[in-house]
């Protein structure tokens, strides 16, 4: 088993809340890891065999819950970091679900269109004896996206000889995913960013942004913030950072993107992307130091650290990614006045449409996408409402605060499942 710490904030919490023992000894390592090797058949016939691994971090209120990513970084250790935060995030989304997460070391960029496909393929026959409906329900994350859901669950039909729409989420409509999951998780992080501002008596037109991480979840909280009014002055890829201070038409980016497969040049070749005649192209790490009212982080996990966060002047930061800001930046943006509006619950969206998901897959209804977008709405309002409430209550962050309630809900179903107390009763 790969050692796990947890993140001093729990260990804090576990002291405020009086955490009982035996949910503070649970919630202290993952419930499963399995490291598996992943077959790949090469389009010129050789075999290439990648490093995988599925962690289901806790299930105690439900089957474990977590995309699966594709990606040259990926460790076990990675995977449980994010399983763990899977488990905070469905936790205080009150889903009834656990956390897990799972991946292959891979890049591909390296790899031939069919090639994803069979490795896809090869990572769920690799994990298909611990997952399932019931079990562990994987979904896109990182370089996976719905085409590669539907491959792979396909492929579980095909080894478990049974139609089972629930095994994953994040699947094309037309195999049971659910309408609204693409934009789920960049709407969930609009509906947050709107309660924020809200209270605080902003509108968005007047609202500056900058979005470091022009991928799935990124580009359509982009292209969403931008129909709502927000001004989008600043967007980024792996390869490229833009920059207009008037702001740029994201969905235009989107379509120049999908085409050229590159944010690059996207100001030159056509000059609808922006709407002033000002935009640049800048370097990638000064996108997250610009003077704007809100910095999306919606990349991958450490963005922020101690060496950078004193360049941020954003008072306001949305994590879409998970992790964007490590523990060490988080405590000095936070001293720094900084607001941050915490991974946790502004990214909980996507999986939240998971879950609606998987209760269609269940119930065999369909859902219409205004009635995806009204529930989707109505839950993450009032959960970023009642994180809000708490941390303006109790004068702390809201990432505490979002934390200290997933914790409760957790502790209080180990409690409820027979704990020491019964024993010593
Ligand atoms: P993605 O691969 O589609 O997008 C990631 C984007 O970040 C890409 O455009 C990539 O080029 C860009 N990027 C990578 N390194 C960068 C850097 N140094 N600077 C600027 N841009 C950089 O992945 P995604 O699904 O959008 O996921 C992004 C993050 O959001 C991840 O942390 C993921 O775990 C999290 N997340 C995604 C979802 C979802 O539904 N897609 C849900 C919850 C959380």
């Known amino acids: 088993m790969t050692a796990f710490d947890l993140p001093d904030l729990v260990h804090k919490i576990f002291d405020d809340q009086e955490v009982t023992p035996d949910a503070r000894a649970i919630l202290a390592q993952p419930d499963r890891q399995i490291a598996v090797s992943v077959p790949l058949r090469r389009d010129d016939g050789s075999l290439a065999v990648f490093p995988g691994w599925r962690c289901q971090f806790n299930t105690t209120l439900g089957p474990a819950k977590g995309g699966i990513r594709f990606h040259p970084g990926v460790t076990a250790e990675e995977c449980t970091q994010l399983a763990f935060w899977m488990t905070i995030k469905c936790a205080l989304m009150e889903l009834p679900f656990g956390g897990g997460k799972g991946g292959a070391q891979v890049d591909p960029k390296d790899l031939s269109p069919l090639e994803v496909e069979r490795l896809a393929r090869g990572y769920i026959g690799a994990i298909a004896d611990v997952i399932g409906p019931d079990r562990d329900i994987p979904a896109p994350d990182v370089n996976t996206d719905a085409r590669v859901m539907g491959w792979m669950a396909d492929e579980f039909a095909k080894i478990t000889r049974r139609h089972e729409p629930a095994c994953i989420t994040g699947k094309p409509v037309c195999l049971g995913g659910s309408e609204g999951r693409t934009q789920a998780t960049g709407r969930g ?141 988080d405590a000095m943006l936070v001293k720094d006045g900084k607001v941050i509006l915490p991974d946790v619950l502004a990214n909980a969206g996507g999986v939240t449409v998971s879950y609606y998901e998987w209760v269609q897959g269940r119930t065999g209804e369909r859902w219409g996408a205004a009635t995806v977008t009204d529930r989707l709405t109505e839950r993450m309002e009032a959960i970023a409402e009642a994180c809000f409430d708490r941390a303006g209550d109790d004068d702390i962050p809201v990432r505490e605060a979002a934390y200290a309630k997933a914790i409760t ?17």
């Open 189 to 329: 992080a609009l509906i947050v960013l709107d309660a924020w501002l809200e209270r605080e008596g902003r509108k968005p037109e007047d609202v500056t942004v900058a979005v470091q991480g022009f991928g799935n979840a990124g580009a359509h909280f982009a292209c969403l913030a931008h129909e709502r009014g927000y001004r989008i002055v600043a967007v980024s890829d792996s390869q490229a950072a833009i920059h207009d201070p008037d702001g740029l038409t994201p969905s235009k980016l989107l379509d120049y993107k999908q085409k050229e497969k590159e944010l690059s040049g996207a100001l030159y070749a056509d000059s609808s992307v922006k709407e002033g005649n000002g935009g640049e192209e800048i370097a990638q790490e000064d996108l997250l130091a610009l003077d704007v009212d809100v910095l999306v982080l919606a990349a991958m996990e450490d963005a922020i650290t101690e060496d950078n966060a004193g360049t941020v002047t954003a008072p306001l930061i949305l994590e879409i990614a998970n992790g964007p800001v490590t523990p060490e930046a």
């Open 409 to 425: 809900r957790i502790a209080d179903a180990i409690s409820s499942r027979g704990d020491r107390s019964y024993f010593a009763g």
